[in-house]
């Protein structure tokens, strides 16, 4: 299986709070897992990656956390802020192409 | 260090026509992989060329090609265009060096067939 689930498809958080945006996938052959950020007009940004033998990593105020046996990833933005209203990508690479989660539409409100 | 660049930006065709788009990487990244994007499937691999070499290849038809330069350019091609062709093409590039895999996206070049 070469899908990559991505959940939710939109949401809304209120500044400063937390968001969170969840991600699956079946084959255990990926070996590397990023995530972007798009923003309209734009092309996709990479904003953090993940490897699958780490369970966490953390860049500011943007964190991966990987659970390899249940082979779910998750991207958490704290302090969620207005400037961080995108839409963000999850992905796993396969083979040395990326396969991409559907998008979440991210909507932080003042 | 300069991005990735597409040009054009932004192209108009009406159906059966062919269309090329062109994509410079960022300076000494050898990898070029194209996507498209569409708001009904998201983000689709195309191909992937590595050292003019096509390396992968995504399910898509024989219309769509590709190429690359010695100087790490890329080209890909869209032959009789169809409706459903309309979509944001984008090209990322890679450095391919001691594991390090990350792909860095250009803006795209927006196809529209009419």
């Known amino acids: 299986q070469q899908q990559v689930k991505q959940s939710p498809q939109s949401l809304i958080v209120q500044k400063g709070g937390i968001s969170i945006i969840n991600c699956a996938y079946e084959?255990?052959?990926?070996?590397?897992f990023p995530w972007y950020q798009q923003f309209p007009g734009k092309g996709p940004a990479l904003l953090i990656a993940?490897?699958?033998?780490?369970s966490e990593k953390k860049e500011g105020r943007f964190t991966i956390s990987f659970n390899k046996s249940a082979k779910q990833f998750s991207l958490h933005i704290m302090d969620s802020q207005p400037g961080d209203s995108a839409t963000y990508f999850c992905a796993a690479r396969s083979q040395g192409n990326l396969i991409f989660g559907k998008g979440t539409k991210l909507s932080v409100k003042p | 260090k300069a991005g990735v660049t597409q040009t054009p930006r932004y192209l108009i065709k009406t159906r059966g026509q062919q269309v090329t788009l062109s994509c410079s990487p960022i300076?000494?990244?050898?990898?070029v992989s194209w996507y498209q994007q569409t708001p009904g499937q998201g983000l689709q691999f195309l191909f992937e060329?590595?050292?003019?070499?096509?390396?992968n290849k995504g399910n898509f038809p024989g219309r769509f090609s590709g190429r690359q330069f010695s100087n790490s350019r890329s080209e890909m091609n869209v032959s009789t265009l169809e409706l459903g062709d309309s979509a944001l093409y984008l090209c990322a590039s890679s450095l391919e060096v001691a594991g390090v895999h990350e792909q860095f996206f250009g803006p795209g070049t927006r196809l529209t067939v009419l």
């Open positions: 084959n255990t052959a990926f070996d590397y």
């Open positions: 993940i490897r699958p033998d780490v």
């Open positions: 300076s000494g990244h050898r990898s």
């Open positions: 060329y590595f050292s003019e070499t096509q390396r």
